[in-house]
């Protein structure tokens, strides 16, 4: 029964000291701390932001001409779209009457400089103004500018030789409205 006994302790002893051995192993741990994200932006600025283009006293045939400067201050690759909303408080509509062009990579953004050079971006009437679309998405007529860029759009409202007594002491104030979206992941 001794005999026995000192068996079993031995025996237990023998698998302890196996289980010690399979335990031990070597083992090692890497850490990589600092993984930092960031989102980028969208910042369109336009430059003027009030009265880009104005004239009183108009005249049939007469016309104005300026620049408006759209600015990507942010750092992501945007697509911008314009519309307009007119203001005609006198009821005279005379924003349906002026024609508005505007015009990308004019030379010189002045009523004489202006047919010279240039791509045609929008033309018609002030009232129904707008080039791309600022729906989601691409679409059609709209205008791209990479993180950091600028475009100069040049603005020209005209008055028809052919406007009517109609008009006369006729005003209306325009509002043009830049929507911009991100270009990456936005098809």
Do not use: W
């Amino acid at each position: 029964m001794l005999r026995k006994s000192l068996m079993l302790f031995a025996v237990a002893g023998l698998l302890a000291t196996l289980g010690l051995a399979a335990s031990a192993l070597f083992t090692s741990q890497a850490t990589v701390t600092d993984n930092t994200f960031t989102t980028g932006s969208l910042v369109l600025t336009a430059s003027p932001t009030s009265a880009a283009i104005t004239f009183n006293n108009m005249a049939p045939g007469d016309q104005v001409t300026a620049p408006i400067t759209l600015t990507n201050a942010g750092t992501l690759d945007l697509r911008y779209a314009m519309t307009s909303t007119s203001t005609n408080t006198d009821n005279k509509n005379l924003a349906n009457q002026l024609v508005l062009s505007v015009k990308s990579g004019v030379t010189d953004c002045s009523n004489t400089g202006f047919s010279a050079s240039g791509a045609s971006v929008y033309s018609g009437s002030l009232s129904a103004a707008l080039f791309g679309d600022p729906t989601q998405g691409q679409q059609p007529g709209d205008r791209t500018l990479s993180a950091g860029g600028s475009e100069a759009l040049c603005f020209n409202a005209s008055l028809p030789a052919s406007t009517g007594d109609a008009f006369q002491n006729a005003a209306t104030t325009a509002t043009f409205t830049f929507d911009a979206e991100q270009v990456k992941n936005n098809p």
